[in-house]
């Protein structure tokens, strides 16, 4: 049975940080390119950041120099570290495999307020 299970979402402060973590199982991890997909009330899914099977990493223009994308194919496990979030980051995170077979998680939620 396939798994994708996203943590470490919440609320945090504008300017802070927060890393968020995706579990895998059911399916061959190193082979699947891996994304983060984010979506805001009343907006459509926005692709966040994405890593290749071999690690090379493409990240939104609305996140490039604040998010990191990583994975460790050891622990079938992907991050994302985000860094001065704003108000604007505040969406539901969803990860994402893509390779053979495309696979959803359930989504995290993310909210930046003071």
């Known amino acids: 049975q396939v798994q994708l299970v996203e943590s470490g979402g919440g609320l945090v402060q504008p300017g802070g940080s927060l890393r968020l973590s995706c579990a895998a199982s059911?399916?061959?991890?190193?082979?699947?390119?891996m994304r983060w997909y984010r979506q805001a009330p009343g907006k459509e899914r926005e692709l966040v950041a994405a890593?290749?099977?071999?690690?090379?990493?493409n990240y939104g223009d609305s996140v490039k120099g604040r998010f990191t994308m990583s994975r460790d194919n050891a622990k079938n496990t992907v991050y994302l570290q985000m860094n001065s979030l704003k108000p604007e980051d505040t969406a539901v995170y969803y990860c994402?495999?893509?390779?053979?077979?495309?696979?959803w998680g359930q989504g995290t939620q993310v909210t930046v307020s003071s």
């Open positions: 059911g399916f061959t991890f190193n082979r699947y390119a």
């Open positions: 890593i290749t099977s071999g690690g090379i990493t």
């Open positions: 994402n495999a893509w390779g053979f077979l495309e696979y």
